[in-house]
């Protein structure tokens, strides 16, 4: 189980004001940015919870803080009751862009976190390639990044993600850059993957269909500094397919959603 007890982050930016002192120098002043307050929330292993939120409220921060990228002011992450707070290497991050590296093959870009971990190439290319074929993406695994549609790169960036074999995967707005079909697509293609690996998932959206489809827990942020505004546990039953989206109990959950983060 992954713990995220009260945690909080403030950023300071240096600008330089608009007044002139006498000396015709432009002093700086910091500008302080509040950007998660007091947040808690918990993971439990096996879980697809999602973080829904407006745009720059803090959700990416929330990532940085959980995968040791920064460390919070105050407040914990534990994982399995260990203290991991500012500790790097527990968890599987996704970045926001999918950021392949577009020197190495698909296969390349998908063995890098076992590299990194010191797993011998040819053991890591082996155990990718079982996983490539499952994804789709065995035909393009000696390809560039650039030859692969927008859906493809994700799928990519999620076999790497998952094969890095850490307990959490963090996925921020994995689908945010996607069109409205191929998103679809891929929400049924990261539940047929979940129900059969269930791995451990936080996920980042700001899109509120996407939060209850995919789902069994969402914790909705209010705009910066971050709150945990509500806490929603979605009972729809699994597995959904796409009409889910349109019966009354999604409407519903989905009318709630709306006017918790527009209140
Ligand atoms: N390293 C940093 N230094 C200073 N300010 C930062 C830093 N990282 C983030 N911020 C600020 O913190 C706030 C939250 O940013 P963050 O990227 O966490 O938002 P977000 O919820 O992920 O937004 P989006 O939905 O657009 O991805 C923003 O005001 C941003 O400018
Ligand atoms: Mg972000």
């Known amino acids: 189980m992954l713990e995220i007890h009260n945690l909080t982050k403030t950023y300071y930016l240096n600008t330089k ?4 002192t006498d000396e015709g120098a432009m002093p700086e002043t910091p500008t302080v940015l509040p950007t998660l307050d007091d947040i808690s929330l918990q993971v439990k292993r096996g879980e697809f919870v999602s973080i829904l939120g407006p745009s720059g409220c803090g959700k990416t921060t929330l990532f940085n803080l959980i995968s040791g990228l920064e460390k919070p002011d105050r407040g914990a992450i534990l994982l399995e009751g260990k203290d991991i707070t500012g500790e790097r ?3 599987s991050y996704m ?4 950021l392949l590296f577009p020197w190495r093959t698909i296969l390349e870009n998908c063995i890098l976190g076992m590299e990194i971990q010191g797993i011998p190439r040819k053991k890591a290319r082996e155990k990718a390639r079982t996983l490539l074929a499952e994804f789709n993406l065995a035909a393009y695994e000696d390809r560039y990044p650039h030859v692969l ?3 493809m790169r994700q799928r990519a960036a999620f076999l790497r993600t998952m094969l890095a074999n850490k307990e959490i995967l963090l ?21 047929s993957i979940w129900s059969k690996y269930h791995p451990t998932i936080l996920f980042i959206t700001h899109d509120i269909e996407e939060a209850l489809f995919l789902s069994d827990r969402i914790y909705v942020l209010s705009a910066c500094p971050a709150k945990v505004k ?5 009972a729809l039953p699994r597995p959904r ?3 889910v989206l ?8 989905k009318k709630l959603l709306l006017q918790i983060l527009f209140e």
């Not at 970045?95 to 999918?98: E, G, N």
């Open 230 to 234: 509500y806490s929603l546990t979605v």
């Open 171 to 191: 996925l921020d707005e994995p689908f945010g850059a996607l069109d409205a079909y191929t998103k679809s697509e891929m929400h049924e293609w990261l539940m």
């Open 95 to 98: 970045l926001q862009k999918d």
């Open 246 to 253: 349109v019966s009354e109990e999604f409407i519903q959950l």
């Open 17 to 20: 004001t608009a007044e002139r």
């Open 149 to 151: 549609s927008g859906g």
């Open 241 to 243: 397919k796409r009409h």
């Open 89 to 91: 290497g527990h968890v």
